[in-house]
C-alpha cells in the first residue's frame, strides 16, 4: 500500500476516488508545524537557526499518518506546488521519519489525468522552496506583518 499525503481532506476524499486500492489519502490539514510565537523561536545571532513545534491540532492527523504507514510500502507527499507545500512535506518527512522510501508529487489541477501523470514523474522535495518559506516565516517573526 501507498500512504498519500495531501493538506486538505476534501481533496484526499477526491483522490482516493481517482486512485483506489493500493493507495491511502490522507490529509495533513495544512502546516503542522510552525514558529512559536514566543521570542526565541529565530535565533538571529546563531544562523537564524528555527525552533519548529508541531502546530496545534495536528497531533491527531500526525498520528492517523504514522498508523496508515505501518505496512506501507512508499510515502508520497502530494502537498500544494507551492513554498508553503514544498515546506509542509518537508516538515512531514521529518516528523515522520518513515522506514519507507518518500515520493514528492506535485499536480496544478485536481483530476485524474493530472494525478495518473504525476504520479509518473514523482521527485525529491525542493530544498531551495522549503528555504524561501522557512525564510518568509524568520522574517514573520522578526519583523511581523507590517
Given at each position: 500500500?501507498?500512504?498519500?499525503?495531501?493538506?486538505?481532506?476534501?481533496?484526499?476524499?477526491?483522490?482516493?476516488?481517482?486512485?483506489?486500492?493500493?493507495?491511502?489519502?490522507?490529509?495533513?490539514?495544512?502546516h503542522?508545524?510552525?514558529?512559536?510565537?514566543?521570542?526565541?523561536?529565530?535565533?538571529?545571532?546563531?544562523?537564524?537557526?528555527?525552533?519548529?513545534?508541531?502546530?496545534?491540532?495536528?497531533?491527531?492527523?500526525?498520528?492517523?499518518?504514522?498508523?496508515?504507514?505501518?505496512?506501507?510500502?512508499?510515502?508520497?507527499?502530494?502537498?500544494?506546488?507551492?513554498?508553503?507545500?514544498?515546506?509542509?512535506?518537508?516538515?512531514?518527512q521529518?516528523?515522520?521519519?518513515?522506514?519507507?522510501?518518500?515520493?514528492?508529487?506535485?499536480?496544478?489541477?485536481?483530476?485524474?489525468?493530472?494525478?495518473?501523470?504525476?504520479l509518473?514523474?514523482?521527485?525529491?522535495?525542493?530544498?531551495?522552496?522549503?528555504?524561501?518559506?522557512?525564510?518568509?516565516?524568520?522574517?514573520?517573526?522578526?519583523?511581523?506583518?507590517?
Open positions: 500500500m501507498k500512504v498519500v499525503v495531501v493538506e486538505s481532506p476534501a481533496k484526499a476524499k477526491t483522490i482516493n476516488r481517482y486512485l483506489g486500492d493500493g493507495f491511502k489519502v490522507l490529509a495533513s490539514y495544512g503542522v508545524c510552525d514558529l512559536p510565537s514566543k521570542d526565541g523561536s529565530v535565533l538571529p545571532d546563531n544562523d537564524f537557526e528555527m525552533k519548529w513545534q508541531i502546530s496545534s491540532g495536528s497531533e491527531k492527523h500526525l498520528k492517523d499518518i504514522i498508523a496508515a504507514l505501518k505496512g506501507a510500502d512508499k510515502l508520497i507527499l502530494a502537498t500544494d506546488p507551492d513554498r508553503e507545500g514544498e515546506a509542509i512535506s518537508w516538515h512531514l521529518e516528523i515522520l521519519k518513515p522506514k519507507v522510501p518518500v515520493h514528492r508529487l506535485v499536480f496544478h489541477e485536481i483530476t485524474k489525468d493530472a494525478i495518473t501523470h504525476a509518473e514523474a514523482t521527485r525529491e522535495i525542493d530544498a531551495p522552496l522549503v528555504r524561501a518559506q522557512e525564510t518568509r516565516r524568520i522574517l514573520d517573526r522578526l519583523y511581523g506583518f507590517d
